[in-house]
């Protein structure tokens, strides 16, 4: 366990612990970032969602703890993101390359 959860009530954190989750140790927790991070396999590849290691899955039902949501694949929604973002922080993000979109 990690102290990411110092913050919480014992109630909150009792409910959580009651969820049908499995915890992972933070070895676990880092691997797929470390993975991306060093793997030249991966090296190039943007604008994609990973979790344990492989590429995510479509979630289809909308309310499972894995897989990635529809909507955040959305160019358009995207698009829109990288617009709020340029005019939010202007020149400092302006010049930079966009982001792949898939």
Known sequence: MTNLARH???KTLESLRALPLVWKTPQQGAA???LLATSPRLAGIGGRYFEDCNE???ASDGKSFSGVAAYALDPESAERLWEVSVQMLGDDIASLERPVTI
């Open 56 to 58: 995510a899955e479509l």
């Open 32 to 34: 797929t970032s470390v």
């Open 8 to 10: 919480m009530d014992a």
